[in-house]
C-alpha cells in the first residue's frame, strides 16, 4: 500500500526558513507528479506548490512563488518543499500529495487524484 510520510514542521518566526521533507513508500514514483497542498483551521485545502515527474520547474500557488521551492529526488523517494520568507499566513497543516497515474502531461485537481499524507504543521509567528 502506498504511504506517505510528511516531515520538517514547527513552529517559527516571520521571515525564517522551514525544508518539509516527504517520503514514500509502497511504489516506484519516478513518473509521477507530486506536490504540496496546506489548510489552514477554518479553511479549505489549497494548493501550494508541485513538480512534474520530469523533475523539472515547479508549479506554485501565487503566494508563494519566489519563496517557496519544491524539488524531487526519485532515488530517495522523496519530495522536499524549501519555504523562507515565511509570513504568518502560511500557518497550515502542510499535505503530500501523490498522482495516481503516471506521466501526466499537466498537473490536476481534485482530492481524489492523489494519495495523501498525514501532515504536518507549521506554525509562524509574527
Known amino acids: 500500500q502506498v504511504q506517505l510520510v510528511e516531515s520538517g514542521g514547527g513552529l517559527v518566526q516571520a521571515g525564517d526558513s522551514l525544508r518539509l521533507s516527504c517520503v514514500a513508500s509502497g511504489r516506484s514514483f519516478s513518473f509521477y507528479w507530486m506536490g504540496w497542498f496546506r489548510q489552514a483551521p477554518g479553511k479549505e485545502r489549497e494548493f501550494v506548490a508541485a513538480i512534474n515527474w520530469s523533475g523539472g520547474s515547479g508549479d506554485y500557488a501565487d503566494s508563494v512563488k519566489g519563496r517557496f521551492t519544491i524539488s524531487r529526488d526519485n532515488a530517495k523517494n522523496t519530495v522536499y518543499l524549501q519555504m523562507s520568507s515565511l509570513k504568518p499566513e502560511d500557518t497550515a497543516v502542510y499535505y503530500c500529495?501523490?498522482?495516481?497515474?503516471?506521466?501526466?502531461?499537466?498537473?490536476?485537481?481534485?482530492?481524489?487524484?492523489?494519495?495523501w499524507g498525514q501532515g504536518t504543521q507549521v506554525t509562524v509567528s509574527s
Open positions: 500529495a501523490l498522482d495516481k497515474i503516471a506521466y501526466r502531461s499537466v498537473r490536476v485537481v481534485g482530492d481524489d487524484n492523489f494519495y
